[in-house]
Nanobody, 125 residues
Framework: QVQLVESGGGLVQLGGSLRLPCAAF????????MSWVRQAPGKGPEWVSEIYQGASTAHYADSVKGRFTISRDNARNMLYLQMNSLKPEDTALYYC??????????????????WGQGTQVTVSS
């Protein structure tokens, strides 16, 4: 079964940090560009970050640039999102997702062909 499983979410204070892991099952994530997408309550999805297959290049949404870092461990078939200097506006369900096409940086679910169940990140003020 092909699936993605995110974890590591929780309740943190403003300015705190979290590291979200995403485990891939049933396929080798190293063969794909991979993304993180988040969805705040009552809002649509928002693209957060994408990392290339070789892990040498990554892109970030302006809202998280300088605070979040995407990384991958191909030997473990894992994707990660390091989140620092968290703000209340970062509160959302966070998903790892597989884009249909590279460099799309999509904020609609139709631009992805696979994503996980999401992990909740809540930042208190």
């Amino acid at each position: 079964q092909v699936q993605l499983v995110e974890s590591g979410g929780g309740l943190v204070q403003l300015g705190g940090s979290l590291r979200l892991p995403c485990a891939a099952f049933g396929f080798s994530s190293s063969n794909y560009w991979m993304s993180w997408v988040r969805q705040a309550p009552g809002k649509g999805p928002e693209w957060v970050s994408e990392i290339y297959q070789g892990a040498s290049t990554a892109h970030y949404a302006d809202s998280v640039k300088g605070r979040f870092t995407i990384s991958r461990d191909n030997a473990r078939n894992m994707l990660y999102l390091q989140m620092n200097s968290l703000k209340p506006e970062d509160t959302a369900l966070y998903y790892c997702a597989r884009p249909k096409m590279a460099r799309t940086f999509g904020s609609t679910w139709s631009e992805y062909d696979l994503w996980g169940q999401g992990t909740q990140v809540t930042v208190s003020s």
